[in-house]
């Protein structure tokens, strides 16, 4: 089981209930007690966050920060997840989601990198997208890669 801490000050912006990003996470494969913090950030707090950590200026809508999977009381703290809540919804506008389908699919997206997948060759992009879209079908979300 993996605890999720969310971290959202934004007002003005649609962003899921906590339940939300706990059943996406959990229903991701992972074996013993983890922790993911979640902060979700404004625009101008994603566009620092890419310049400092990625030597790019600009938006993205969300960056994953693994972790040296530390223990703490008995849980592996995994890493932390930023995600910008105006550039999801205004994305999900724009590849015709719904709000809550973008930010499942992101956060699924963005955990598995945590855990270690990603997406750096035609075969490790293929497995990837195969676990989203698996885990996606869970929640009655439908393959966000088909347009």
């Not at 310049?51 to 693994?66: H, R």
């Not at 205004?90 to 855990?115: D, F, G, P, Q, V």
Request: glycine share 2%.
């Amino acid at each position: 089981m993996i605890e999720c801490i969310i971290i959202n000050n934004i007002k003005d912006q649609f962003v899921p209930k906590k339940k939300h990003f706990n059943d996406w996470i959990n229903a991701i494969n992972y074996n013993g007690k983890g922790e993911i913090a979640i902060k979700i950030t404004t625009t101008d707090e994603m566009r620092k966050f890419n310049k400092l950590y990625k030597n790019i200026d600009k938006v993205s809508d969300t960056l994953a920060f693994p972790s040296e999977n530390l223990m703490c009381e008995e849980r592996t703290i995994l890493g932390d997840i930023a995600m910008c809540a105006e550039k999801i919804n205004e994305e999900s506008i724009l590849y015709n989601k719904r709000e809550i389908e973008r930010w499942a699919h992101l956060t699924i997206h963005s955990m598995l990198h945590i855990l270690g997948y990603n997406h750096d060759s035609d075969t490790k992009r293929k497995e990837m997208e195969n676990i989203e879209t698996s885990i996606l079908k869970e929640f009655n979300i439908l393959n966000p890669y088909e347009i």
